[in-house]
């Protein structure tokens, strides 16, 4: 009998470093190479240890996101590993700016926590070929399609055919409209194991629009308090979304005027350029606005670029929208340093948080943090902290509506920390409950790294 083989190499019960391995008749796929953000150097990666790379024959990157995509020249350049790597040309083109962003930080921290050196990225990055969404390559007996996946721009899911079985691959995914991207697509045809993301497991997302107002009101009151606004974010990604609604709140508010908003990321200026590109591959709300205006969305009429904190004058309420977005160290760190102990002043967290980071040890409100240069030195935070997520994950409507258009009869749980991974699981087989030991039964797993799954192939492809 055939088995189909699931093997997590990382992101198993935990978001961050995600690296999952499929298996079938000899043929091997890997689905994403990314980095753990709470962890640095070697304890940052997937258990590469724990799985012979020689073995595998594609390679597919879902996204640009580091927890995705940045262990990726070590993979290619210090194992064994000789397959063939894809990912969407607007992830190629991000991907080479921001893993160059990621050498030159890990390298500043400890010269012993870098990976891999920009020379391995440059050599690696000549041997990463690109996909279209909607195209299919076939490899050796494996067929795959890149499908949008909203979340962040070239997202992709992944529709993967090995010897008759289908498995998509969502990466992260969001079903959302917002102001540039499309919502994740589902794929015309029903795939035998389904992939999916649980980062909110059973949680629910507040509607969009009160989300904005309730983001654009804490602003306005936070500066007309005389405070200033730190806005943590990823580089890439969400922040592009968040300036949109930034920029398009200024021009309907002569008050705020004389009030600037700052994106401190000299990496997002570089990675403009990508996003006024690729508009062709964004939503009809932004392609709509460009045809409009005449005038690239992406180019801001409110919002100022600044390089570094050194070309800063702190003397006025603003708002500065910093990376990076868990708070770990650079410009984020040290405004959120500055900034706290003034209770005027307002940090609003729009992203996930994840597990052993300052992101997630600040949304506790603690009445102290401990400085980054010296952990020992404690500094009083009277700020206001807030929490309003525009991560663009799907919530549990979204993700078990999701799953009940895409029908799979197996489904693998992925990239969630153990709880709400649990929970959503247990939400998924009371709601497939009715069809328990019937041919219609849905199977749910929620793997551990390293933990091996095996699913009988020919159920499958009896109960078809
Ligand atoms: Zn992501």
Redesign the pocket.
Known sequence: MDQFRFFCLGGGNEVGRSSHIIQFKGKTVMLDAGVHPAFQGMASLPFYDEFDLGTVDVLLIS?F?L??AASLPYVMQKTNFKGRVFMTHPTKAIYRWLLNDFVRVTAIDDDSNQLYSDKDLKDSFDRIETIDFHSTIEIDGIRFTAYQAG??LG?AMFFIEIAGIKVLFT??FSREEDRHLSVAEVPPVRPDVLITESTFGTATHEPREEKEKKLTTMIHSTLANGGRVLMPVFAL?RAQELLLILDEYWSQHQDLENIKVYYASDLARKCLAVYQTYINMMNENIRKKFRDTNKNPFQFQYIKNIKNLSKFDDFQPSVVVASPGMLQNGVSRALLEKWAPDPRNTLIMTGYSVEGTMAKEILLEPTEIPSQQNPDVLIPRRMTVEEISFA??VDYEQNSKFIELVNPKTIVLVHGESNPMGRLKSALLSKYSKYKNTPDEVKVYNPRNCEDLLVEFKGIKIAK
């Open positions: 996204h996101h927890d995705h979340h962040v997202a990466g992260d990604g663009a994950h």
